[in-house]
């Protein structure tokens, strides 16, 4: 069975960090770009970072320089480094990964919360 399985979510205090990963198992073949969405209670579900195979990149405008996405492509593996957490992040953090054959999957969510 084709999943995402993401942890490392948690509750922290704001300025503090977080690292998210999300790991790929089953029959995902092939992918493309890893993504990670969030998204906060009474919000639409918003893209946060974004990797592709060829190691590029993309952010939001409102986690540029303190959110840093990666991956290893041997292990189908993506991660999110939170630096500088502000209360404003806290959400249900998704990851996404998309293959070349046009197939979309996502992880089951991984709540963060920033708060003191």
């Known amino acids: 069975q084709a999943q995402l399985e993401e942890s490392g979510g948690g509750l922290v205090q704001p300025g503090g960090s977080l690292r998210l990963s999300c790991a790929a198992s089953?029959?995902?073949?092939?992918?493309?770009?890893m993504a990670w969405y969030r998204q906060a209670p009474g919000k639409q579900r918003e893209l946060v970072a974004t990797i592709r195979i060829s190691g590029s990149t993309n952010y939001a405008d409102s986690v540029k320089g303190r959110f840093t996405i990666s991956r290893d492509n041997a292990q189908n593996t993506v991660y999110l480094q939170m630096n500088s957490l502000k209360p404003e992040d806290t959400a249900v953090y998704y990851c996404n990964a998309v293959t070349s054959l046009g197939q979309t999957f996502w992880g089951q969510g991984t709540q963060v919360t920033v708060s003191s």
């Open positions: 089953g029959s995902i073949f092939s992918i493309s770009r």
